[in-house]
């Protein structure tokens, strides 16, 4: 993992490492290439990806509408809003 | 040199469903900002999605009526990035394995028929909305639109001009009104179309330099984009005015002029990847067909049908066809009525006067085709005068209701008691010598006023024609 | 009344829940979580909440924030025999690395028969709501509780077939054993010792590519988390950092003050797993060596009933000892959705719905050790 990468990483994430965090973090990455060796070790030619351990599907409901919050209850901890709206610095397009 | 224009678009078309895709929160436009929200929507943990089945419904359809291949497994995935009106930080949306692939729509404009390949159809959840408020300089956010469901429909970059893509628009928003997936509804943001697009000379087989232009709802306003965007690709070009880049740009369609976006949303990557708490769809043999069966005809075959089979003319035809409730209505009447010209009449002048005075579009026609049909044959029977039926019509756009019953009821039933009539039809000429003198010296209007007189007298519960006749003897009598 | 604990991932809308972090501290949910709902019904008193590690993924809790309520330890409040049983998320083995330390049971169910509505969300596929409880029979009785359909989980089996795995009984007869390396090998070996005595057949076997399943389960519970914990950015709802001039800097100090480091760590990983340039190669790859891993399972429980494996690699640990290292011992059971059950320092597997089982072969075990 070279620290180009990591600084992306962390701009995608919208976080910000302090130097000695990024080490402990490179640190980490190049432990998990055992975990890549180990991956790999294993023949997947033929083996479909499994992303759910239970095989059930189509799980679906009625278009029902209902209404079971408030507008107050939700906004009780936000950190900021505005005659109902929540609120963020402008947002530049 | 000569250039090509090359044009894929990709459409948002916001589904007509009561509830949004994955909770249960009301989907309808409008509202006061943030009531239609829960902890799910407004991207609190906890919560899990439940695909909403009517959704899949509407998918499938929207896949059919695009002659797409529908894919009998179908799952959701989710999309990361951060921007305030993305709650949960992520959008479920469908990159694997989308509901619908590989369709075709068919465009006519002036340059002849063509037909425009379909990519895929997708279904996913919609962003909120934001407001930017000047006076404390900070973005507002509403999150009622959140999770509203909405397919979107990928084409191939088949198009080459505005024109095009104005048909192909027209003709998505037609079939798709007319499935009842989406009113469609520009304005109101229920339709709405990113345009890639690219310029390259004419004849060569290389794309040129793309940029997409996000969240256009206007048609008018997607011409003006073209147009500019066209020209603006070509001057690069040609005389080296700018480099382009892939990118996406906004249309100030005030200015006239698109800008390059800085949105954090342009940047990064979206990570796509299988929600772990959506399990596939799997669209059986039964629920496949059911929805088949479903579909409407395209509106074109309804219209032939209707001028060969039924004798409508070609303007009638036009009218009816232009709405998928005018249809409904029209072909519920006629199942009662069996006369195809009344009941295109009762819809076309009737039910469209009534629909102008509420300022309501024929797609929120609402009454029952069969009723109208049953007013339409007490009319023709004679049961109730024509002016009493216009009361009716206006009633049942108020209520369901059985014409015969509310007819009845209000004591609109037309009466052939002649020895009624004749003592009206005597006591007006007698009230007004001057009319009959009139008409008898050959003022046919005289007469009118003295029928209108009795009509009224009548409550308008008379045969039209009964009444003319008893009257023109009296006056002779006289 | 019987009182349960819950840990700080299960919401509740009387007191608040911060899943260990800082980022939602004092953050109070809006609606109590199905296993809440179902405990009050049944007549249990919840008792109060427990402190996690920041979004559970830690070795035995050692992340939690500072400044939280770390007074009552898992462990610690159930040596108070007030306290009948604690339900925990488990994402990535905690409790049950805590159980196994100090002499508790803790039974992570079959994936899918206890409701995760109400769960702060981490890892989806594989987390699972536990009990631990001082004896085995406490944790059937609240598991038999907490089990069954939820129509607000859409990954849920079917009403019958959760509670039918809860209340499984059939006797394991025949165990293999898992080498695995271990410092608490004398609790294996004692284990087994009380086995041969219950009559009950034991074979060693390879770990074979259950051995690999940290590997698979450390990137797919990454990218998981990754995805989310981006929905805490200071806009709705928990921290927000008083440091900021523009949108961009109000994501990224509420974030970077209020995440661990080990949470970072976690999210940049997971982030790496799902780029575009390494999808392929890393997420799809660990979901294919998940399904390799569930085949294993399979080809043991065709002539097994259950599996013995260690649950930690010593007994306490240092600051040097990893979660994604020692999860070794708890990913097999994460990753592959199946029921395993904590018990004398060690740990059951069992194949999907045999919970009460491995419950009541536990229970057996503890009557040995008396």
């Known amino acids: 993992m070279e620290k180009d990468t990591l600084l992306l990483l962390e701009k995608v994430n919208q976080l910000s490492l302090s130097e000695s965090e990024r080490d402990t973090v490179l640190g980490f990455f190049e432990k998990r290439e055992c975990d890549m060796e180990k991956l790999n070790a294993i023949d997947t030619e033929n083996v479909e ?29 936000a950190p900021e809003t505005m005659d109902g709206f929540w609120q963020v610095p402008r947002v530049v397009e | 040199m000569k250039f090509e224009t090359v044009i894929g678009l990709e459409v948002h078309v916001e589904m007509a469903t009561k509830s949004k895709i994955f909770c249960s929160c009301s989907a309808e436009f409008g509202g006061e900002q943030n009531d239609h929200v829960c902890p799910a929507c407004c991207g609190m943990p906890g919560m899990l999605p439940i695909v909403n089945k009517k959704v899949v419904d509407l998918g499938m359809t929207a896949g059919m009526m695009l002659n797409c291949h529908i894919n009998r497994t179908t799952t959701f995935d989710k999309k990361s990035y951060y921007y305030p009106d993305l709650p ?33 159809i ?33 084409s191939q970059p088949d198009l080459s001009s505005a024109e095009e893509v104005v048909a192909y628009l027209e003709r998505l928003r037609s079939l798709l009104r007319f499935a009842k997936v989406s009113d469609c509804r520009m304005e109101q943001g229920s339709m709405r179309c990113d ?17 997409e232009m996000k969240n256009m709802n206007s048609l008018s306003a997607i011409v003006r984009a073209i147009e500019y965007e066209t020209a603006r690709h070509i001057d690069a070009i ?33 990570r796509y990847f299988p929600d772990p708490n959506i399990m596939p769809v799997v669209i059986d043999d039964a629920w496949y067909d059911a929805i088949k069966a479903s579909l409407p005809e395209f509106p074109e075959v309804k219209k032939a049908r209707y001028t060969t ?161 008893m009257l023109i003897d009296e006056i002779n009598k006289a | 009344m019987k009182k349960i604990m819950l840990d700080q991932m299960i919401l509740t809308d009387c007191c608040p829940t911060n899943a260990g972090s800082k980022m939602l501290d004092g953050y109070t949910g809006l609606f109590n979580a199905t296993v809440v709902e179902k405990l009050k019904e049944a007549g249990y008193e919840i008792a109060g909440k427990l402190p996690v590690g920041e979004f559970a993924i830690d070795l035995v809790g050692e992340s939690c924030f500072a400044g939280a309520d770390k007074a009552s330890a898992a462990a610690k409040t159930l040596e108070n025999d007030t306290v009948m049983a604690h339900i925990a998320l488990d994402v990535n083995g905690a409790p049950r690395r805590v159980a196994a330390q100090n002499g508790l049971v803790f039974a992570k169910p079959t994936y899918g028969t206890v409701s995760r509505f109400g769960m702060i969300p981490v890892a989806c596929s594989g987390e699972c709501v536990g009990v631990m409880a ?187 000892d990893s979660a994604f290292e020692e999860n070794a011992y708890t990913a097999p059971a994460s990753v592959t959705g199946l029921p395993a059950v904590v018990t004398n320092g060690v740990q059951l597997i069992g194949p999907a719905f045999s919970d009460g089982a491995l419950l009541a072969l536990a229970e057996a075990l503890e009557k040995e050790g008396k």
């Open chain 2, 122 to 154: 997708h279904m996913e959840e919609d962003a909120g909305k934001l407001v930017h408020d000047d006076w404390t300089g900070t973005s507002l956010v509403d999150f009622n639109r959140t999770s509203v469901p909405l397919i979107e429909i990928v």
């Open chain 2, 238 to 270: 040609e005389n080296g005015t700018e480099e382009l880049v892939q990118e996406t740009r906004r249309w100030d369609d005030v200015k006239g002029k698109s800008f390059a976006m800085r949105s954090k949303e342009t940047a990064g990557d979206y």
């Open chain 3, 134 to 320: 001082r004896n085995a029979a406490d944790c059937r009785e609240v598991l038999c509780t907490i089990v069954g359909k939820d129509e607000k989980d859409g990954t849920m089996h079917t009403d019958e077939v959760c509670k039918n795995a809860a209340a499984a009984a059939a006797p394991v007869k025949k165990v293999a054993v898992l080498k695995m390396p271990t410092d608490a090998n004398d609790k294996i070996e004692a284990t087994k010792a009380k086995m041969a005595a219950n009559g009950i057949e034991i074979c060693e076997i390879d770990a074979g590519v259950i051995a690999s399943a940290n590997a698979a389960w450390n990137m797919l519970m990454c990218a998981e988390l990754c995805n989310n914990v981006s929905r805490y950015d200071g806009v709705k709802y928990g921290y927000r950092t008083k440091n900021y001039k523009n949108l961009d800097e109000l994501y990224t100090n509420s974030r970077t003050e209020a995440f661990g480091l080990t949470l970072k760590t976690a999210i940049l990983y997971g982030s790496d797993v799902l780029s575009t340039k390494n999808y392929m190669a890393k997420y799809d790859k660990a979901m294919r060596v998940r399904r390799v891993i569930v085949e294993a399972f399979a080809g043991i429980f065709a002539d097994f009933d259950a599996v013995l494996l260690p649950a930690v690699s010593k007994m306490a640990y240092t600051e040097k």
């Open chain 2, 88 to 120: 949960a930080a992520y959008q479920t949306t469908q990159w694997f394995a989308p509901v619908a692939v590989n369709g075709t729509v068919e465009i006519e404009t002036a340059n002849g028929k063509k037909s425009v390949r379909i990519k895929q």
């Open chain 1, 49 to 77: 990806r499994m992303v759910h351990v239970l095989p059930i599907n189509t799980v679906v409901r009625e278009d029902v509408a209902k209404k079971l919050f408030t507008r107050d209850d939700l906004q009780k901890g």
């Open chain 2, 309 to 469: 089979e039924l004798g409508l003319g070609d303007y009638d035809a036009d009218i009816l066809t232009g709405s998928r409730a005018l249809c409904d209505c029209f072909e519920g009447a006629l199942a009662v009525c069996g006369n195809a010209k009344e009941a295109a009449n009762w819809l076309i002048s009737d039910c469209m006067n009534v629909l102008n005075k509420k300022q309501l579009t024929a797609d929120q026609l609402t009454i029952d085709g069969k009723a109208l049909g049953e007013l339409i044959v007490l009319v023709s029977d004679g049961k109730v005068g024509r002016g009493n039926a216009k009361k009716i019509l206006e009633a049942m756009f108020e209520q369901e209701l059985s014409p015969a019953k509310y007819a009845e009821e209000n004591g609109f039933i037309v009466s052939n008691d002649t020895g009624l009539i004749e003592k009206t039809v005597r006591e007006a000429i007698a009230a007004d010598q001057k009319a009959v003198a009139d008409f008898k010296g050959g003022k046919e209007k005289a007469l009118m006023a003295l029928f209108g007189k009795c009509m009224k007298q009548l409550k308008g519960n008379c045969d039209p024609q009964l009444l003319r006749t």
């Open chain 2, 195 to 211: 345009v890639n697009l690219s310029v390259r000379p004419e004849g060569s087989d290389k794309l040129g330099v793309r940029t």
